[in-house]
């Protein structure tokens, strides 16, 4: 009687051969720990992110154009919109605020967020990073302390070209209430972070 000269191979349609086929990939995937694991840098990681759009701007510019821009677009629908048709300062202050708040947690972060490389490393450019109701509420109160400090950063430059000699009011438009916008924006974020970093600090020499 003949031997076989070969092992019949296996049959394809078997379901046990796919399991024995990986067998080795599955020994590797258990035992992988922080020691055999390779490590990838942080650009490499970035090839595999999936993103469709690649933002090349440094952190710092593209937070100060995200809100330049959305800040500008207030004033043009706002008050260069609805100013026709609201002749009260104190309405359209209330309504403007309102508006900035609703924009800065629904627009505003949102575009942060979508554009951060790693998750939560927009949350420094951001006064309330808390999503939620409760986040939405802050950032409309938010809202009132932005319009408050720009119309007194506009009163206090119409007040400076006046005891100056000039006669030109600088006007609310899309440009300078735009900057004027973004620069309270920030002013309120630095003054929130050294204010944390002072807690911090307390808290380290009491321990």
Not at 51 to 68: C, E, V
Not at 147 to 163: D, E, K, P, Q, R
Not at 196 to 205: F, G, P, T, V, Y
Request: proline residues 3%.
């Amino acid at each position: 009687m003949k031997k076989d000269a070969a092992p019949k191979k296996q049959n394809q349609n078997d379901p046990s051969a796919y399991y024995q086929l990986h067998t080795g990939a599955i020994d590797d995937l258990v035992g992988a720990n922080k020691e055999n694991t390779p490590q990838y840098s942080k650009a490499e990681l970035e090839k595999y992110r999936g993103r469709r759009f690649k933002w090349r701007l440094p952190d710092p510019l593209k937070a100060l154009l995200i809100k330049y821009w959305f800040y500008g677009a207030i004033c043009f629908f706002v008050f260069m919109g609805l100013g026709m048709y609201i002749a009260d300062s104190l309405d359209m202050f209330f309504i403007a605020s309102l508006i900035c708040g609703m924009v800065t947690d629904l627009l505003i972060n949102h575009f942060l967020r979508f554009t951060e490389k790693m998750p939560g490393g927009s949350r420094k450019w951001m006064m309330v990073s808390r999503r939620g109701t409760a986040g939405f509420i802050m950032n409309v109160m938010y809202g009132f302390v932005i319009l408050f400090l720009v119309m007194t950063g506009y009163s206090l430059l119409n007040g400076l070209i006046a005891s100056a000699g000039g006669e030109t009011i600088l006007r609310v438009e899309p440009l300078l209430f735009g900057l004027m916008a973004t620069l309270a924006d920030m002013l309120c974020i630095g003054m929130k972070r050294m204010f944390l970093k002072m807690i911090a600090d307390a808290r380290k020499s009491i321990k």
